[in-house]
């Protein structure tokens, strides 16, 4: 009996390899992350902020007495992979603070829109140092879309302070007392610039929310990502930006495990009947798509 092996491949045949867009993606992704190449020392305010009230409190000591010598006290951060991977360490050079699931999550998004042609521009609110918006400018450029924008939404100074009255899930909220999250504009645009993607394309709304999305000129959005942390913040994005969103478009969350931004989504989703299933990303963020059961 002759046996016959039928191959999918010629013999020689390379094996399948990233497409160049794949690799600009990825190497794009990495850079944004600061995955290039080894954490530098970081200084002591920024890696001990998180820490327990002695460390706080040494540091807020130390750096002001560091820097009267004209000098900055760092220390080498030795972040486990876990941390890296969770997105949850503030790191020195990183263009953006979301975690590398997150990221996939975005230009899986962003990939999906372009596919199935759903109509729209694409936003963030609460965009820090703008590589998120930086990514989906990518995945536009390599695409050679020209005809939709990308919204880079942000106060550029920071959050703003908790209004108890009218959200009282924000009473007591401290991010606004936080320098690291306040990243100016000129800052952002120098990090599209480095990246060579700032163009007309790319529109700044800069301000509150509250006074910038009602005034938004973008008839439809195709992907919406909030990261405004805050009730406040998400719900104003919500109530301005998702009666535009199309069908099939994605309503991204950075913020779901943060308890006053988890209330706001659960109160607009209740109060508008949307019932499209929320799906989790990395245990942090959660997106869904509108009118598409996933
Ligand atoms: C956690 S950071 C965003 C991280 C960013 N998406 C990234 O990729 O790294 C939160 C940002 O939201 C902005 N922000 C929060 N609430 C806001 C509001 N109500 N109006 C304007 N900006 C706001 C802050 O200025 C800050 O830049």
């Known amino acids: 009996m002759v046996w016959f092996v039928v191959r999918q491949y010629p013999m020689n045949a390379p094996r399948a390899t ?23 020392p970081v200084p002591i305010e920024l890696l001990w902020c998180k820490r327990g009230w002695f460390k706080r409190s040494l540091a807020r000591v130390l750096a002001p007495a560091f820097g009267m010598m004209g000098a900055k006290l760092c220390i080498e951060p030795n972040y486990t992979q876990e941390q890296l991977d969770s997105g949850t360490v503030w790191r020195l050079l990183a263009v953006s603070l979301i975690s590398p699931r997150r990221m996939d999550n975005l230009c899986f998004c962003v990939e999906t829109v372009l596919a199935e042609r759903i109509p729209g521009d694409l936003i963030e609110t609460g965009v820090w140092r703008g590589g998120a918006c930086i990514v989906m400018k990518g995945l536009l450029a390599i695409n050679a879309i020209t005809d939709r924008k990308v919204f880079v939404a942000d106060s550029f100074q920071g959050l703003p302070p908790p209004d108890a009255q009218k959200y009282p899930a924000d009473a007591g909220d401290t991010h606004h007392k936080v320098p690291y999250l306040a990243v100016s504009r000129a800052r952002v645009e120098d990090n599209f610039r480095r990246f060579g993607l700032l163009d007309e394309q790319v529109v700044f709304l800069e301000g509150w929310f509250k006074d910038t999305l009602p005034k938004l000129r973008s008839r439809q959005l195709a992907l919406m990502r909030l990261d405004g942390d805050m009730y406040e913040s998400t719900m104003d994005a919500l109530t301005h930006l998702y009666p535009k969103l199309s069908a099939g478009g994605f309503c991204i969350i950075d913020d779901y495990d943060i308890r006053n931004c988890r209330m706001a989504v659960d109160d607009f989703r209740k109060s508008r009947e949307v019932t499209d299933p929320l799906v989790d990303i990395d245990g942090h963020g959660c997106y869904w798509r509108k009118g598409v059961a996933l």
């Open 18 to 40: 990233p497409s160049a867009k794949a690799r600009y993606i990825e190497l794009l992704k990495s850079a944004l992350a600061c995955r290039l190449y080894p954490e530098p």
